[in-house]
């Protein structure tokens, strides 16, 4: 007898990856190995995942930890770069998606498997990024999207076919939405968000508190770093995991980095999602802070740009093109100078900036103030707004003169 064709699935250990299992043997005789990615989900959502993948079907089952690339190689390079989505996404999922794709490629290698699958749905972006990460790496693994193949629609077909195949029902409560969490973030969508005119339930929230309810004092927090990777917390060196999770608390307890935006989805429709960044949106926010304190001016400029490609290309799901290589030459570049700490305060959901340190800066007090100095010369500053100003001086003395040749003639 032959051996059995392997498919190498993303599991997740819910609803809809168990019933994918089954549906793969019924439907194509794979023989399915697993494949979960411990992003920080937290050991709720991993806990008794070998068993159940077992249970459910699968002949073997690979969880990787990847928290730490995640943070090191793919989360703060996005730091660096300034990319937040539509002014406001952090892009905690997109940015997840390359690296569990390339980590589903490596395990497929390794098993032997020809076929990749996935529980992504046909409406979404996370399919692209799983399979553009996919192509990139290995285009000759076949791809299985089951949601864009089989007759199942809905949560309760999904049940219905658990059900009638015996397959182990996951015991956590059903959420009325759809949540992806990792150690950047946690994302609410469907469900009873797709109603933008409403507010979600005040108990839907995990990673931080309501504002509202968050302590009536400020606390403050410093945030240090090296060409602009954050390496500590008040003073304190922490590892790329550890830092992110004590961020995650500090800012969590003050009700920082929530999000309901609607956003522009890769397949062209809008939706609305709901995002807990407490953590990131302190790092974004110091890291900013540090840049303004310590970029030149135009360079600062030019990066703006940047920041807005390098958010679109990874929520696009491009991680693994040559243009990302391309910008990461340019922003590694830039973040030479952005060492230094950023001091801030954090209250009831706001953050405010309280102290900047840099040896970098280019800050200089004598440029600005209102004191003597022997740098600048006042009196310089007339032929710059001279010669700056010509284009101005030119067009307005044209229309001086139209105007006049004008009233001359009366028409
Ligand atoms: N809309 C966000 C994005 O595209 C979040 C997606 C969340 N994915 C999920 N499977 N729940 O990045």
């Known amino acids: 007898m032959m051996a059995k064709e392997k498919v190498v699935l993303a599991y997740s250990g819910g609803l809809d990856t168990s019933v994918i299992v089954k549906w793969l043997q019924n439907k194509y005789d794979y023989e399915i190995v697993a494949m979960t990615a411990n992003v920080g989900q937290g050991n709720s959502e991993l806990e008794g995942l070998e068993e159940k993948a077992i249970r459910t079907g699968a002949s073997q089952i690979f969880i990787e930890d990847i928290r730490e690339e995640l943070v090191r190689d793919y989360i703060f390079p996005m730091v660096q770069s300034g990319a937040v989505y539509e002014g406001k996404y952090l892009l905690g999922t997109a940015i997840a998606r390359p690296l569990i794709g390339k980590r589903l490629v490596e395990i497929a290698e390794k098993v032997g498997a ?15 990024r799983f399979e553009f990460a996919v192509k990139a790496l290995n285009p000759y693994l076949k791809i299985i999207a089951p949601w864009r193949e089989w007759e199942l629609q809905s949560r309760t077909d999904c049940m219905n ?10 015991v956590t409560a059903e959420k009325p939405y759809s949540i992806d969490r990792n150690i950047w973030h946690i994302s609410f969508e469907g469900g009873i968000l797709e109603d933008p005119a409403r507010e979600p339930d005040k108990d839907m929230f995990r990673l931080s508190v ?16 090296e060409k602009g990777i954050p390496c500590a917390v008040n003073g304190q060196n922490l590892e790329p995991v550890q830092l992110v999770e004590e961020l995650n608390a500090i800012a969590g307890r003050h ?32 890291h900013r802070e540090l840049e303004h304190f310590t970029l030149d001016r135009e360079t600062y400029h030019y990066k703006e740009g940047i920041a807005l490609k390098y958010a679109e290309l990874i929520y696009y799901g491009l991680w693994f093109t040559p243009l990302r290589e391309a910008l990461d030459g340019f922003i590694q570049k830039t973040q030479e100078p952005v060492t230094g700490t950023i ?6 959901g706001n953050i405010n900036v309280s102290g900047r340190e840099s040896a970098h800066t280019l800050y200089h007090h004598g440029m600005v103030t209102f004191e003597q100095d022997e740098l600048f010369e006042q009196k310089d500053a007339q032929g710059f707004i001279n010669l700056y100003g010509l284009p101005l001086t030119i067009k307005g003395m044209m229309k ?10 009366g028409n």
């Open 114 to 128: 020809t076929t990749v699958a996935h529980g992504a749905t046909g409406k979404g972006n996370d399919q692209v």
């Open 161 to 170: 076919y658990a059900l009638s195949h015996d397959i182990p029902i996951p």
């Open 210 to 225: 309501d504002p509202l309810d968050a302590p009536d004092k400020m606390e403050e927090v410093t945030i240090s770093f």
């Open 255 to 286: 009700g920082v980095g929530r999000v309901d935006m609607v956003e522009n989805r890769l397949l062209g429709m809008k939706s609305r999602g709901i995002y807990e960044t407490p953590g990131g949106t302190l790092i974004a926010f110091a």
């Open 343 to 348: 001091a801030m305060k954090l209250y009831k």
């Open 400 to 409: 001086v003169k139209k105007d006049k040749s004008r009233e001359a003639t």
